[in-house]
């Protein structure tokens, strides 16, 4: 009777086993897709030419000759 126990407690372990690798699997998988789609918009987004800002003049403070 024990080894029975034992047996179907060692069968569900490796189903979990298996159930949790392939989970891990397929979100990795996902995490993959993910970054590629992050790095096409990032291309594109790169890709744009934004209009450039002209850098401002610095005022010069007037002295005070008091």
Same mark, same amino acid.
């Given at each position: 009777?024990?080894?029975?126990?034992?047996? @179907?407690?060692? @069968?569900?372990?490796? @189903?979990?086993?298996?159930?949790?690798?392939?989970?891990?699997?397929?979100?990795?998988?996902?995490?993959?897709?993910?970054?590629?789609?992050?790095?096409?918009?990032?291309?594109?987004?790169?890709?744009?030419?934004?209009?450039?800002?002209?850098?401002?003049?610095?005022?010069?403070?007037?002295?005070?000759?008091?």
């Amino acid at each position: 009777m024990n080894e029975k126990l034992i047996t @179907a407690l060692l @069968a569900i372990l490796l @189903a979990l086993g298996g159930w949790n690798l392939s989970q891990t699997f397929k979100l990795s998988n996902e995490m993959v897709l993910i970054k590629e789609k992050v790095s096409q918009i990032e291309k594109k987004v790169s890709k744009r030419i934004l209009p450039k800002k002209k850098p401002k003049k610095k005022k010069k403070k007037k002295k005070n000759n008091d």
